[in-house]
């Protein structure tokens, strides 16, 4: 049923289809935009607002922005040990530490792997031992 609508109107299946290509994105946009935003020099006065704005925008703010030479001077040695001792601690608060039980679950499962790893590799050179006395004896 719907197949039919598709092939009476394909025109306006098309045009109201998004653009896949950026560069058909970009054309979309610019279509969109009203007239007097694409050409801002067609408008003086709205060139007079903006510089206007701009002093304004000076006039709040009071002072320059520092530059980066002017940068104050560096806090000392023992008020960045205490700031990253305090980050420290912060970060440990966001940890989400495991319970008692899954601590002891994690544990037997580690030494357990280690000791099957240790018995694997000492099986693997008492063969390859007893192989090269073989040969070379």
């Known amino acids: 049923m719907s197949e039919g609508r598709e092939q009476d109107q394909p025109d306006e299946r098309e045009s109201a289809s998004r653009p896949v290509t950026a560069a058909a994105r970009r054309e979309r ?10 050409d801002s020099s067609a408008r003086p006065e709205a060139k007079k ?6 002093d304004a925008a000076e006039d709040k703010k009071g002072r320059p922005t ?3 030479g002017d940068q104050e001077k ?5 008020a960045r040990l205490v700031r990253y001792i ?22 037997s499962v580690v030494l357990v792997f280690v000791a099957f790893m240790v ?14 006395f073989k040969v070379f004896a």
């Open 49 to 54: 607002s903006a510089e206007a704005d701009a």
């Open 66 to 68: 520092r530059a980066r």
């Open 86 to 107: 305090r980050e420290v601690v912060s970060e440990l608060r966001k940890v989400i530490w495991p319970t008692r039980k899954q601590m002891v679950t994690y544990t």
């Open 119 to 132: 018995a694997l590799v000492f099986g693997l050179d008492s063969a390859f031992a007893w192989g090269v």
């Open 29 to 38: 946009r610019g279509s969109a935009r009203p007239a007097g935003r694409k």
């Open 74 to 78: 560096r806090v000392g040695v023992f």
